[in-house]
């Protein structure tokens, strides 16, 4: 039976409301901590030298192409990654699918540090392998970055993917080839779009996180340029005064680019679902 | 027709035809053409499952013309074609919108037109009534026989259930661990199965017993059988049993159960239980006496072997 809309929204509302406070809240205080003149002032007091200041220097913008980079990245080949993972593992046992998701409750911080480890010069992999023929720690591209992203969310989208590549999708997918559909007519028409939200949703999760987390990029990241979440922090440590205000206003600038990626996402899901139909 | 018990390999066989599995040996022909080859979307066959497997981001339209948005058919085309389907599985109404809130029924239906829109050489339905409402099967067994006609579509369709075999089966075969026993038209199944098993998948009655000069002994009587002496095993169906005053033996009857169109009696006597279907006027009680006869034109003498 099909509920009222009110008793939905009442469903609903301590889960929107912990959000709106926890997630709002920070979002509000990010937004006036930016306009908070850097030397203080009263209570009505505002400025822009804070965002005055990011803009002005060029720093920043290195670490925003930087992190648009290595954001975009991470974000596609963990995508693109965790569909053929995923399609390889649809029938595959519980236990491999376990192991699969193995690193999804392990923190980045620990993946990161291992990556160091395992990869800087010098580390067990030079010793197991000699050397290694591309530098991954440290290096100018991010190549290390991107990887410990990958390492970390790929197994992620492929969990929200195998949700939806059951038996349903398999059963879809013979009725479609009985009706003379071959296999690149099935993945436009049967797999992807059962497959395109889960991972337009958790794409957008990914590059959210991604945009705007400073750890992975403190341990294995090069030392110029920074990513947002690194700048973020030098900023807070090189300047007292001005430091958090320049500090918020450069995460906000990270999370207006996750907020237009995830809209950029929706629309596009919206006007696939309005071609499709 | 295929008709089996659950796990006798109907669906596999169909499964196997539509090019879902594979072969381990043998080979599958269509119009004189092998088939067995060839992918699934080449063969020219459409299914019809147990399942609707509707797709839920396509209306109703563009899930009955799936076959052909395979063969690029341009959208005003396929969706005009896609309706006049529709509108023939008596869905016309449903026809702007989506599958969402289509009962399992409506669901079949659509299905169905789905599955004639491809205008399959070969249609394959694989228990099509078995997710539907029972009230509504036989509307829905009506539209299938009557496309069927219409269309002049070779069918073959598989069911574990005999009454719905008979109902839509020009031929039946009878499927059991992967081997077909039998296969003839559906009254020759109910009636002249010509192995036990056939008999006993079609519920009919099996006496055994040895033929002496034309008779068989049968609980004190005797029941003239035609053709060589020798062991026999005859074969009647339950209907065909008669209960009532001045029958040939007397059996006691051990069970009644009214199945709404009639009682089912299970008789038991000296050496043998038999089976018979009666109107509820005439359904003896449980525990008591009665007189059975086995009217001879009705019994079928199984061919040995």
Same mark, same amino acid.
């Given at each position: 039976?099909?509920?009222?809309?009110?008793?939905?929204?009442?469903?609903?509302?301590?889960?929107? +409301?912990? +959000?709106?406070?926890?997630?709002?809240?920070?979002?509000?205080?990010?937004?006036?901590?930016?306009?908070?003149?850097p030397?203080?002032?009263g209570?009505?007091?505002w400025s822009l030298d804070?965002?005055r200041?990011?803009?002005?220097?060029?720093?920043?913008?290195d670490a925003?192409?930087?992190?648009?980079?290595? +954001?975009?990245?991470?974000?596609?080949?963990?995508?693109l990654?965790?569909l053929v993972?995923?399609?390889?593992?649809?029938?595959?046992?519980?236990?491999?699918?376990?192991?699969?998701a193995?690193?999804?409750?392990?923190?980045?911080?620990?993946v990161?540090v291992v990556?160091?480890l395992w990869l800087?010069p010098?580390?067990?992999?030079?010793?197991?392998?000699?050397?290694?023929p591309?530098?991954?720690?440290?290096?100018?591209?991010?190549?290390?970055?991107?990887?410990?992203?990958?390492?970390?969310?790929?197994?992620?989208?492929?969990?929200?993917?195998?949700?939806?590549m059951?038996?349903r999708?398999?059963? $879809?997918?013979?009725?479609?080839?009985?009706h003379g559909?071959?296999?690149?007519?099935?993945?436009?028409?049967?797999?992807?779009?059962a497959v395109?939200?889960?991972l337009?949703?958790?794409?957008?999760?990914? +590059?959210?996180?991604?945009?705007?987390?400073?750890?992975?990029?403190?341990?294995v990241?090069?030392?110029?340029?920074?990513t947002?979440?690194?700048?973020?922090?030098?900023?807070? $440590?090189t300047?007292?005064?001005?430091?958090?205000g320049?500090a918020a206003a450069?995460l906000?600038?990270?999370?207006?680019?996750?907020?237009?990626?995830?809209?950029g996402?929706?629309?596009l899901a919206?006007?696939?679902r309005?071609?499709?139909a | 027709?295929?008709v089996?018990?659950?796990?006798?390999?109907k669906?596999?066989?169909? &499964?196997?035809?539509a090019?879902?599995?594979?072969?381990?040996r043998?080979?599958?022909?269509?119009?004189?053409?092998?088939i067995?080859?060839?992918p699934a979307?080449?063969?020219?066959?459409?299914?019809?499952?147990?399942?609707?497997?509707?797709?839920?981001?396509?209306?109703?339209?563009?899930?009955?013309?799936?076959?052909?948005v395979a063969?690029r058919?341009?959208?005003?085309?396929? @969706?005009?074609?896609?309706?006049?389907?529709?509108?023939?599985?008596?869905?016309?109404?449903?026809?702007?919108?989506?599958v969402k809130?289509?009962?399992?029924?409506?669901?079949?239906?659509a299905?169905? !037109?789905?599955?004639?829109?491809?205008?399959?050489?070969?249609? %394959?339905l694989?228990?099509? %009534?078995?997710?539907?409402?029972?009230?509504?099967r036989?509307?829905?067994m009506?539209?299938?026989?009557?496309?069927?006609?219409? &269309?002049?579509?070779? =069918?073959?369709?598989v =069911?574990?259930?005999?009454?719905?075999?008979?109902?839509?089966?020009?031929?039946?075969?009878?499927?059991?661990a992967?081997?077909?026993l039998?296969?003839?038209?559906?009254?020759?199944?109910?009636r002249?199965?010509?192995?036990? &098993?056939t008999? &006993?998948?079609?519920?009919?009655?099996?006496?055994?017993?040895?033929?002496?000069d034309g008779?068989?002994?049968?609980?004190?009587?005797e029941i003239a059988?035609e053709?060589?002496?020798?062991?026999?095993?005859l074969?009647?169906?339950p209907?065909?049993?008669?209960?009532?005053?001045?029958?040939?033996?007397?059996?006691?009857?051990?069970?009644a159960?009214?199945?709404?169109?009639h009682?089912?009696?299970?008789?038991?006597?000296?050496?043998?239980?038999?089976?018979a279907?009666?109107?509820a006027e005439?359904s003896?009680?449980?525990?008591?006496?009665?007189?059975?006869?086995l009217?001879?034109?009705?019994?079928? @003498?199984?061919? !040995?072997?």
């Amino acid at each position: 039976m099909k509920q009222p809309a009110w008793r939905n929204a009442a469903m609903l509302a301590p889960a929107v +409301t912990a +959000t709106v406070l926890l997630f709002g809240g920070a979002l509000a205080g990010a937004v006036d901590q930016s306009f908070t003149p850097p030397l203080g002032g009263g209570l009505d007091s505002w400025s822009l030298d804070n965002w005055r200041s990011v803009f002005g220097d060029p720093v920043f913008g290195d670490a925003l192409v930087f992190t648009l980079l290595t +954001t975009a990245m991470a974000t596609v080949l963990a995508a693109l990654l965790a569909l053929v993972i995923a399609s390889l593992m649809r029938r595959g046992s519980s236990a491999a699918r376990t192991a699969a998701a193995f690193p999804v409750p392990v923190p980045h911080m620990i993946v990161a540090v291992v990556a160091v480890l395992w990869l800087a010069p010098g580390g067990l992999a030079d010793r197991v392998l000699g050397s290694l023929p591309i530098n991954l720690v440290r290096d100018q591209a991010g190549l290390g970055i991107v990887l410990v992203y990958l390492f970390k969310e790929t197994p992620f989208l492929v969990l929200l993917l195998l949700a939806v590549m059951g038996r349903r999708l398999d059963e $879809q997918n013979e009725m479609a080839a009985v009706h003379g559909m071959g296999r690149w007519a099935r993945l436009r028409w049967v797999i992807w779009p059962a497959v395109r939200v889960p991972l337009g949703i958790g794409s957008i999760i990914v +590059t959210a996180f991604v945009f705007s987390a400073f750890e992975v990029p403190l341990a294995v990241g090069p030392n110029y340029p920074p990513t947002i979440g690194t700048y973020a922090l030098e900023v807070t $440590q090189t300047d007292a005064i001005s430091g958090a205000g320049e500090a918020a206003a450069a995460l906000l600038v990270g999370a207006a680019a996750s907020i237009a990626f995830a809209v950029g996402i929706l629309a596009l899901a919206s006007r696939q679902r309005r071609s499709d139909a | 027709m295929i008709v089996g018990p659950s796990g006798a390999g109907k669906t596999t066989l169909l &499964r196997s035809i539509a090019g879902l599995e594979d072969l381990d040996r043998g080979s599958i022909s269509l119009g004189g053409k092998r088939i067995d080859a060839l992918p699934a979307h080449r063969r020219g066959c459409a299914v019809v499952f147990q399942e609707p497997r509707l797709l839920d981001h396509l209306d109703l339209l563009d899930n009955v013309a799936i076959s052909l948005v395979a063969q690029r058919t341009p959208r005003k085309e396929r @969706r005009s074609r896609a309706r006049e389907l529709i509108e023939e599985v008596g869905l016309g109404e449903f026809a702007g919108g989506g599958v969402k809130g289509l009962s399992g029924g409506e669901q079949q239906r659509a299905a169905l !037109a789905r599955a004639l829109c491809a205008e399959p050489e070969l249609l %394959l339905l694989d228990e099509p %009534l078995s997710a539907v409402d029972p009230n509504r099967r036989s509307s829905l067994m009506d539209l299938i026989l009557q496309l069927q006609e219409d &269309r002049g579509v070779t =069918t073959v369709s598989v =069911t574990h259930d005999r009454a719905e075999a008979a109902e839509m089966g020009q031929v039946i075969a009878l499927l059991i661990a992967g081997t077909i026993l039998q296969s003839d038209d559906p009254e020759s199944m109910f009636r002249r199965p010509q192995t036990e &098993r056939t008999a &006993r998948f079609f519920g009919l009655n099996l006496i055994h017993g040895m033929v002496k000069d034309g008779h068989l002994a049968f609980e004190g009587s005797e029941i003239a059988v035609e053709g060589p002496d020798g062991e026999v095993t005859l074969s009647i169906r339950p209907e065909a049993v008669v209960i009532g005053d001045g029958g040939q033996v007397e059996m006691t009857a051990i069970e009644a159960v009214y199945l709404g169109t009639h009682v089912r009696v299970i008789l038991k006597g000296e050496q043998s239980v038999l089976e018979a279907h009666v109107q509820a006027e005439v359904s003896p009680a449980v525990g008591s006496k009665v007189g059975v006869s086995l009217p001879e034109p009705q019994l079928w @003498r199984i061919p !040995a072997g």
